[in-house]
């Protein structure tokens, strides 16, 4: 078996360790003696490496970052509307997540266009919202809680299935306690930190859908692995924050 996981530019969407959740779901496919293959995806990337992405990650950027690389996306936007219908695994995080949608207006009222492969806006409004952030999720996993810690200034707001309801922090926009999404195999969340290593069982349930929808694999057939210090670190979170 094996596993194609594709980083979108690296170098510019590279918040707060977000380049943590690919190490992580490399050395978790490695554990399992799954052959796994990293591509980066940069301005002078060829298409094909897309194309044979099982797993994709949009990290999170800054303003002025999210805005150098929101045109460069565009060109791609069939070709990641048509994978993301097609079930492949996309992690997109907090600027990532906010370019799946129509558009990101900052915080100086400039309008960065997004993706719009999902029917939603993000606006930069009042403060930032910063600091730890716990949720209950909504995907079939054990345990429910989801760690991470957010510092964003969009307001994003949608009727999709969200990611989870906010237990401690502001998730989405810091009104209706609802963070992130859920479209097929899309998770868009604002949980940075790395996301992967500390909710392992997150980092699992997408290498589960790979697996499955590649080489039909049944989730009994999926080894588990000795998560004793991922959950330590995941449960000092909710102690000390919860
Ligand atoms: N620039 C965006 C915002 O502030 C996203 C920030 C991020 O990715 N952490 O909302």
Redesign the pocket.
């Known amino acids: 078996m094996e596993i194609n996981i594709v980083n979108m530019f690296p170098e510019v969407l590279n918040?707060y360790g977000d380049r943590g959740n690919i190490i992580c779901l490399q050395k978790r496919c490695v554990w399992r003696g799954i052959k796994v293959n990293i591509f980066e995806y940069n301005l002078d990337s060829n298409q094909e490496i897309l194309k044979n992405a099982d797993i994709i990650l949009l990290g999170?950027?800054?303003?002025r970052e999210?805005s150098i690389v929101y045109s460069h996306l565009l060109n791609l936007k069939e070709l990641i509307k048509s994978l993301i219908e097609d079930g492949v695994c996309l992690l997109a995080?907090?600027?990532g997540y906010?370019l799946l949608g129509e558009a990101y207006v900052d915080s100086s009222g400039r309008t960065i266009k997004g993706l719009h492969i999902l029917d939603f806006i993000t606006k930069?409004e009042g403060k930032?919202l910063i600091g730890n952030i716990i949720i209950e999720t909504s995907l079939d996993v054990f345990p429910k809680t989801v760690v991470g810690y957010e510092?964003?200034?969009?307001r994003t707001y949608h009727d999709y299935q969200p990611f989870g309801k906010v237990l401690k922090g502001y998730g989405n926009n810091g009104k209706d306690r609802f963070e992130g999404l859920i479209y097929k195999n899309v998770i868009g969340t604002y949980l940075?930190g790395p996301l992967l290593p500390k909710n392992p069982h997150i980092a699992d349930l997408m290498l589960k859908k790979v697996l499955e929808r590649k080489y039909a694999l049944d989730s009994s057939e999926f080894q588990r692995l000795n998560d004793t210090l991922e959950y330590m670190a995941h449960n000092k979170v909710k102690e000390l924050y919860m």
């Open positions: 918040l999170g950027a800054s303003d999210q995080i907090c600027g906010q930069a930032r510092n964003h200034g969009g940075h």
